[in-house]
C-alpha cells in the first residue's frame, strides 16, 4: 500500500507564547514540492493569531472530501462514456457537538455542477448513480465517521 505524506513547519519567532498569545501560521509541504500557508481556523482562534487568507485543516479536511469524490466521479463518468466538460463544487463542512460535548465536522455536503459535453448525454440515473459510485470508491469517504451528502447539478451540452 502507498504512503503519503506531509511535513507540517511552525515557528515561534519573537512571540512569547506562554501567554498563548502566538500566531498559528504555518506551512503545509507536500513531497511533490506543493507548499501551502496554513493556519487555525478564526472561527477557532480569533485574529490576529489566526490568519484567515491561509487554509485551515478544516477547511482542507472539506476539500479533501470534495476532490476525492471529484476524482473518483470524473474517472467513472470517462469509463461510461460521458464527456465531462467542467466540474466546480462549493463544498461545505458544519461543526456540531458530539455526545461527549467535543467539536467535530459533523456533516460535510458537496456541490458539485458538472457540465456534459460530447456524443453521450447522462441522464438523471446515470448521474445519481455517478455519485453513489464515486462516495462508495473513494478513500477519504471511506476513511472518516462524517456524513458526507451529495447535492449536485448538472448540464450537457449537445455539440453544435
Not at 505524506?5 to 506551512?27: K, P, V
Request: proline content about 4%; aromatic content about 10%.
Amino acid at each position: 500500500m502507498a504512503n503519503h505524506g506531509a511535513t507540517i513547519e511552525w515557528q515561534r519567532g519573537d512571540q512569547n507564547f506562554l501567554d498563548r498569545r502566538y500566531s498559528r501560521a504555518h506551512r503545509w509541504s507536500f513531497d511533490g514540492g506543493a507548499e501551502v500557508a496554513a493556519s487555525s481556523s478564526p472561527h477557532v482562534v480569533r485574529e490576529p493569531f489566526s490568519n484567515p487568507a491561509n487554509v485551515d485543516p478544516e477547511e482542507a479536511y472539506v476539500a479533501a472530501l470534495s476532490s476525492c469524490h471529484m476524482l473518483w466521479f470524473l474517472d467513472l463518468a470517462s469509463r461510461r462514456g460521458f464527456r465531462v466538460d467542467r466540474y466546480s463544487d462549493a463544498a461545505e463542512g458544519a461543526m456540531a457537538k458530539n455526545a461527549e460535548g467535543k467539536q467535530w465536522i459533523a456533516r460535510v455536503t458537496l456541490r458539485p455542477h458538472v457540465i456534459f459535453g460530447g456524443a453521450s448525454a447522462p441522464d438523471d440515473a446515470d448521474i445519481e448513480a455517478l455519485h453513489h459510485e464515486a462516495h462508495e470508491n473513494c478513500f477519504l469517504a471511506n476513511s472518516v465517521r462524517s456524513t458526507i451528502e451529495t447535492q449536485g447539478s448538472w448540464l450537457y451540452r449537445a455539440e453544435a
